[in-house]
């Protein structure tokens, strides 16, 4: 007659201390449950990802953990969990905290044997990882796609209809004035394009921290003057009036030219693209150790809600007006970038119909 195998508890006892040890050093959360769902062992990652100081052994793990998808419902994951024949994974539920708060969560539930020798009970063992930063960065790369894409795809079209107008024109009735208006209005959408593919490649190396500030004196009466002169024939083509109103008594700045020119063009791209009627003005003032840039317009302004977006990455107003002109979404993103690379800081004024003033300070770098 077969004899039962005798299981030795000191072995079983050395097992159970090495699968601790092994689970302890995962970094990845994981819970070890039984048929009914109680908690048998996991490891000081599960504590942290959970949010809880204190023992979860023999609690149900839907005490402690609450799920839900992507259209913020609850899921059912005592059902799914006891449904479950193979392993299977999942990157679309959120750990939900009692605060109100969620991660994002990687999470895997496979059926395994929980105990040790023949008398072994059946169970399941859940792996839980924080992939918020992982999820975010997959949201940005969608929506950078779609809102490239659409940006792109705009312009290009406009281009090659015009394009495609002028040689038509040319043919057919050679009509000079046609074909040039056909032409400029072709040249326009190119110049959005590289003007949006310098945004992105400044953009590109800023979130690589490949850029680097070189810092040089600066003459701001000068710069005040130049970027005057080069945005007055755009102020004029809309009817508005562009007045440089840099200080006189102003000092050499030691900052990096180039950010500093880029940051104050955007703003005054903006604030011609966005005024309708009267003016935008550019001016520089003295404040102690550097100097601060102010970019007014009588333009459409910005709600207090789209005040606290307006540097976000992609954002664009929902304002019919702001839909009316092409963007990407990434020109203050890009400044606000450029912005803290040289240590200034950056204030927005706006009222909706009264227009905005963007005030950037510079300090004096060493």
Sequence with gaps: ??????????????????????????????????????????????????????????????????LIDKTNQPVDI??????????????????????????????????????????????????????????????ERDEFI???????RTPIAIAEGNIGNAEFILEKTGD????????????????FLSGMINDLSTLSRAERGKLQVDVEDINTYELIEEIGKLYTPDAEAKGLKLFA??????ELLKSSRLYVREILQNFVTNAIKYT????VTISARKRDGGVVFDVTDTGIGLSKADKERVFDKFWRS?????????GTGLGLYVTMKLTRLIHAEIDVQSEINKGSTFSIFVPNLA
């Design 1 to 66: 007659m077969p004899t039962e195998p005798i299981t030795d508890p000191h072995n079983a006892e050395l097992e159970r201390e090495r699968l601790t040890s092994l689970i302890n050093s995962m970094a990845d959360a994981v819970i070890a449950i039984d048929e009914k769902t109680h908690i048998v062992v996991y490891n000081g990652a599960a504590l942290n990802i959970l949010d809880v100081n204190s023992t979860i052994t023999g609690k149900l793990l839907t005490k402690v953990i609450k």
């Design 78 to 139: 005592k059902t799914i969990i006891l449904d479950t024949k193979t392993q299977t994974t999942n990157r679309d539920w959120r750990l939900q905290y009692p605060d109100g708060s969620t991660v994002n969560l990687y999470t895997s539930i496979a059926p395994v044997k929980l105990g040790y020798g023949q008398e072994g009970m059946s169970g399941y063992v859940i792996l839980l990882r924080d992939i918020t930063r992982e999820k975010s960065l997959e949201e």
């Design 146 to 152: 779609s809102v490239v894409s659409h940006e792109l």
């Design 176 to 191: 000079q004035t046609k074909v040039k208006e056909a032409l400029e209005q072709a040249h326009d959408q190119v110049n």
């Design 245 to 250: 109103e840099p200080d006189r008594s102003l």
């Design 276 to 279: 309708e009627e009267g003016h």
């Design 318 to 326: 929902e304002d019919f007006r702001t839909r009316q002109n092409n």
